[in-house]
């Protein structure tokens, strides 16, 4: 259902899909309305699991979302240096310094010279950080099964490959993505 532009009062973040595909095929009518509803649709649904993941799961242990990626990089590639980590979670290497800044002063970061490169740094988790991320990740894991528990396990798989499939398709065209 499309809704029209005399009920904005009944817009909500899931309708205005719908409102948005409507009136910008009205206005553009060359657009592929099914491409937007696709990438309108999957962007609102990923944020909508970070916003989630973020305030239930790591926001009550003073993390936010991406002091969570960093950390899960860490976690699991240390000892790493930063530009990897900046790499594996999708950041900039200034955000990734200055998380990593915050990470070490609450005593969960370690950072060392790299041996093989008295320049390079390499980061890895105290043992306090180790217990903080294994203990975070049990609860992310949990909310993700409760977001995950509305599809069979067929429908999972299913999902998987599609999305591998879109983003494996994002190098014909040149797509911009963190590396």
């Not at 609102?44 to 950390?71: C, I, K, Q, T």
């Not at 990897?84 to 002063?105: D, F, P, Q, W």
Request: net charge negative; aromatic share 8%; proline share 4%.
């Amino acid at each position: 259902m499309t809704l029209e532009p005399s009920d904005p009062e009944n817009l909500h973040f899931w309708s205005f899909i719908d409102y948005a595909v409507g009136r910008v095929s009205r206005e553009l009518p060359s657009i592929d309305p099914l491409a937007m509803r696709l990438v309108f649709t999957l962007h609102r649904a990923a944020n909508m699991v970070v916003y989630d993941l973020e305030s239930s799961v790591h926001r009550p242990r003073g993390w936010s979302w991406p002091g969570f990626r960093v950390l899960f990089a860490i976690w699991l590639s240390a000892p790493v240096e930063a530009r990897k980590v900046a790499e594996l979670s999708g950041m900039s290497r200034a955000a990734v310094s200055a998380l990593v800044n915050t990470l070490e002063r609450d005593g969960l970061v370690r950072k060392e010279r790299a041996a093989y490169d008295g320049r390079a740094l390499e980061l890895s988790l105290t043992e306090s950080g180790q217990e903080a991320i294994a203990s975070a990740f049990l609860a992310h894991n949990e909310r993700e099964q409760e977001w995950a528990g509305a599809l069979t396990g067929d429908e999972k798989r299913t999902l998987i490959e599609l999305l591998g499939k879109l983003t494996t398709h994002s190098v014909a065209f040149d797509a911009r993505h963190r590396a």
